[in-house]
């Protein structure tokens, strides 16, 4: 249990207050990196990529689903495992309604070297809505930073046949994409160190 110091309300609203300064400077931190991320340069996307979709061969531009931007999660699942990673599973349940993400332009999908015949079982399971591609030939997520061990993002822009990569994030910096952390920063305890590995969400014992 993590230990805290008890004190009286007025002492409590100080420190409060003291805290809500700190929120503050981060926040606008916070900000101050949201744009530079906007002001990032683009990169021409060269290649056609095809990637094998629930209806059949999908290109990268038919991706976008008619939206002008496209947020990938390259989500690491082997063709030889019958369920996808636990730790990428818990960045998807972290995703939300995509119902926000549609109507500010942008479709969300997920890329999988796994074949369409493990993914559409495992997203049904899971509760997920969004689109998800297999990469067959694995040029997709190679090129975009990403393999069977390493999940990634990547924000794509799409200005009329022309595609742009704008935007990635591996590693740690996914984390910070992660709304229950968020929320349990709030907390006391935290972010335990030490805590154990996410699991599945239908394979928690409550």
Known sequence: MTTFEVVTPEQWAAARADLRAQEIEEGQAREALNAARRRMPAVRVEKDYVLDGPAGPTSLADMF????????????????????????????????????????GTTFATVSSAPQGKIQPFRQRMGWQHSWYSDTTGDFN?????????????????????????????????????????????????????????????????
């Open 65 to 104: 689903e008619g939206r002008p931007q496209l947020v990938v999660y390259h989500f690491m699942f082997r063709p030889s495992w019958d369920q996808g990673c636990p730790y990428c599973s818990h960045i998807l349940d972290n995703v939300g309604h995509l119902a926000h993400m549609n109507a500010l």
């Open 142 to 206: 190679r090129d975009f930073d990403a393999d069977d061990d390493r999940g990634a993002i990547n924000v794509f822009l799409q200005d009329g046949d022309t595609v742009y990569r704008t935007y990635t994030a591996y590693d740690d910096a996914i984390d910070l994409h992660l709304l229950d952390y968020s929320y349990l920063e709030l907390s006391p305890v935290g972010l335990a160190p030490g805590g154990p590995f996410p699991k599945h969400h239908d394979r928690y014992d409550s």
